[in-house]
């Protein structure tokens, strides 16, 4: 249970799992990082999927693994002229400091910024890669899933939105980030900044049960799997 984000790939993950392994059973839950987290320390989950880095109060409890490496797209409609940005811009345009799309080469509207929900591992990893210590504005429209913020973004010229580079869709534009398109090529390289760790969070040892898909997941199977939908595989 927990991020949305990783929840598609921890899903081909279990279906892979599940055909070679038809008498265990895995059970993938979306519901965000912070929620997986409370179901982890419940007891009401085996396994966290945490798309943002552990606080060190959260640390002293749980253990993580990082599984992959997830690119981070920040999304325009695809009518919008604007065809790369900047790491400040980035942040001074979802902190309310720039508020027209003509102040960052673009056409004369208002921007509209589209953030995630507080406690999402998305919403959390870009505050730490964009925003720093700038707060996000409070004008900006909060959306609690990526496929909202998709949404939104795609009928909406003056939206700007984030989510993880391999749940943009055709019909979302990819901007530049201080002119280095987000393709796969470049996260792995190291030439695209905005990078976060896709992470696998326990509560002390596993189950015996639930033991051998985490180590599936690690396998050179799994991250075989999780290349092949565009995530760069654990180094």
């Known amino acids: 249970m927990g991020s949305t984000s990783i929840q598609p790939f921890a899903e081909a993950l279990s279906e892979v799992y599940l055909s070679d392994n038809p008498e265990d059973n895995v059970e993938v839950q979306g519901g965000g990082s912070t929620a997986g987290l409370q179901a982890v320390r419940n007891g009401l989950a085996d396994i966290c999927m945490c798309s943002r880095s552990l606080s060190e109060s959260e640390a002293e409890f749980f253990t993580s693994q990082v599984i992959a490496q997830d690119g981070f797209a920040i999304v325009v409609n695809p009518n919008n002229p604007v065809e790369n940005l900047s790491m400040k811009e980035l942040q001074l345009i979802f ?8 102040q960052v080469g673009g056409e004369d509207y208002p921007i509209r910024p ?9 919403r959390e990893s870009f505050v730490q890669l964009v925003m720093g210590t700038e707060k996000i504005s409070r004008k900006a429209l909060t959306q609690e899933s990526n496929g909202a913020v998709r949404e939104l973004v795609k009928g909406d010229k003056a939206a700007i939105g984030y989510m993880s580079l391999n ?3 055709p019909e979302l534009k990819k901007v530049k980030v201080d002119q280095v398109a987000p393709t796969p090529e470049a996260v792995q390289s190291g030439q695209y900044r905005l990078v976060r760790p896709f992470y696998f969070v326990t509560l002390g040892p596993l189950r015996p049960e639930a033991e051998p ?7 050179d199977e799994g991250q075989t799997i999780l290349e092949s939908e565009g995530l760069v595989r654990n180094p």
Do not use: C, P
């Open 213 to 219: 898909f985490f180590e599936f997941v690690l396998s």
């Open 114 to 122: 589209i953030t995630r929900e507080e406690g999402s591992g998305t």
């Open 95 to 102: 902190a309310g400091a720039i508020d027209n799309w003509k």
């Open 167 to 169: 749940m943009t869709g």
